[in-house]
């Protein structure tokens, strides 16, 4: 894994009136490395995120993404990551092949590159047969592995995802984490939020928020060691433990 950083968040912080969602969170995330971000419902991971992607403007600290400042430049950020929702975010009542030239106009490709790039990721995802059928016929877990696809289809520095794996069986959240890896292993940097503990386990670092602070940041492997647990699931629980606020 190369050591430039893809992020890089300073004292970054979030406050709506007295409330402070986000509270000084600081780290840096490499290009290449598949980076957990977890915490219990209402810690913080969602908002910060949202800033990240430029979608919401910190109170306070510093953020670079993508090589761009997230004060002067968020709509630069926005061209040169991926983000995939937590709720499914392509448009059902279109076709893959419409979706995918829809998300690839966005992104601002041009005709040739989004018919190669349609031509490549149908094949990748054996949807030949499926690619002029509308979406919403599709299973949940292709329909997942589609939004990961379109969210790449212009080759971002960064994916955002956020519980990707949602509802969807352990066969299909395997073969999701495949293409993660695949990802990952061509440079894009991955940037993952999961409710599933194992899933924890895949990511080459997690940082795990309470209440609005990251408490651990560290490979699975060391978090374990530092928490006197065998599994990811017994380090979340211990944090998750002492958090004074939910949803």
Not at 123 to 141: A, I, N
Not at 224 to 239: D, G, I, Y
Request: with cysteine.
């Amino acid at each position: 894994m190369m050591e430039d950083k893809v992020i890089s968040v300073e004292q970054l912080t979030k406050r709506f009136g007295s409330f402070t969602a986000v509270d000084s969170i600081s780290f840096s995330v490499s290009r290449g490395e598949i980076f957990g971000f977890l915490g219990a419902n209402g810690a913080g991971k969602t908002t910060a995120m949202r800033m990240l992607c430029g979608l919401s403007f910190p109170t306070s600290g510093k953020a670079i993404v993508a090589g761009f400042d997230l004060y002067n430049d968020p709509e630069k950020i926005k061209k040169n990551i991926g983000y995939m929702s937590q709720k499914f975010s392509l448009y059902e009542d279109l076709t893959i092949r419409e979706n995918i030239r829809f998300y690839g106009g966005i992104y601002g490709l041009t005709d040739g590159q989004i018919k190669s790039k349609t031509e490549f990721m149908v094949q990748h995802l054996h949807l030949e047969d499926q690619v002029d059928k509308l979406v919403k016929s599709l299973p949940l877990g292709w329909k997942q592995k589609l939004s990961f696809s379109v969210a790449m289809v212009h080759q971002p520095k960064i994916v955002f995802l956020d519980e990707p794996t949602g509802g969807v069986d352990p066969v299909t959240r395997r073969e999701f984490w495949t293409m993660i890896y695949e990802a990952a292993h061509e440079g894009t940097t991955v940037f993952v939020t999961t409710h599933y503990m194992d899933e924890a386990e895949y990511c080459d670092r997690v940082s795990i928020m309470v209440d609005g602070r990251i408490d651990a940041l560290d490979a699975p492997s060391e978090l374990k060691k530092k928490f006197n647990a065998s599994t990811m699931e017994e380090v979340f629980v211990q944090l998750a433990r002492k958090a004074k606020r939910g949803d």
